[in-house]
């Protein structure tokens, strides 16, 4: 039973940041914002995970609001391998808890 | 991160055939995974939950006479289509929850199972 909204697609110009935003207005306390992505025939990929604090890694960075009701992925430079499905998840994070995916935003960079 | 191993990445059977999907986590021990299944431009449905040394959960509408599960060790899991139709045509995919470390509850992924049921 997915909880966020994610808009359906997007646009992105090479070498610009993508930025994509995540709706999660009934997360609870003890839930983690996931994000996952899937190039076209392949199984999901993590990108960055985050509760409230802003995230950054090699891939990606992480905003979260503070009232940790959205969020915004941004990939500072997105090249052309970065065309895929991104999924936007919350859940709590243990173990056991599954991951229900939601419609995700088709992100296409063009060169 | 972890590595989870699907096998076969593809397969073709006739209507009426049963055919086998393995899920392996290469280098973690997994007493859950879980199943997904994927039709072209839709998003990941979630199956079931695969438990290691019992019966899996399945998810509702999901048929456990005709998805079986198997989890019989801490590293493998398998699904198993019974009887498949040409609906029962998807990409299967796998996953494992990292229990360790910066893993621990992050899902890997396997690179996922298409059938074609001809």
């Not at chain 1, 070498?15 to 199984?43: D, K």
């Not at chain 2, 990941?44 to 939950?49: D, E, I, K, S, V």
Request: glycine share 6%; hydrophobic share 30%.
């Amino acid at each position: 039973d997915a909880k966020t909204t994610q808009p359906p697609s997007m646009d992105c110009a090479e070498g610009r940041a993508a930025n994509l935003p995540c709706n999660h207005s009934t997360i609870s306390g003890n839930e983690y914002v996931y994000w996952y992505r899937q190039i076209h025939s392949q199984g999901p990929q993590y990108i960055i995970h985050g509760l409230k604090n802003n995230e950054t890694n090699e891939m990606a960075s992480l905003i979260i609001t503070e009232d940790r009701k959205s969020s915004t992925l941004i990939l500072p430079h997105a090249t052309l391998r970065d065309t895929a499905v991104y999924y936007c998840i919350v859940r709590p994070r243990r173990t056991g808890n599954q991951f229900y995916f939601g419609t995700g935003t088709s992100l296409t960079v063009i060169p | 991160g972890a590595v989870v191993s699907q096998h076969p990445s593809r397969v073709i059977c006739k209507s009426g055939t049963s055919v086998k999907i393995e899920c392996r986590s290469l280098d973690f021990q997994a007493t859950t995974m879980f199943w997904y299944r994927q039709f072209p431009k839709q998003s990941l449905m979630l199956m079931a939950t695969s438990n290691e040394g019992s019966k899996a959960t399945y998810e509702q509408g999901v048929e456990k006479d005709k998805f079986l599960i198997n989890h019989a060790s801490l590293t493998l899991s398998t699904l198993t289509v019974t009887s498949a139709h040409p609906e029962d045509s998807s990409f299967y995919i796998c996953s494992a929850p990292g229990t360790s470390g910066s893993d621990a509850g992050e899902l890997f992924f396997g690179e996922g199972s298409r059938l074609t049921v001809l």
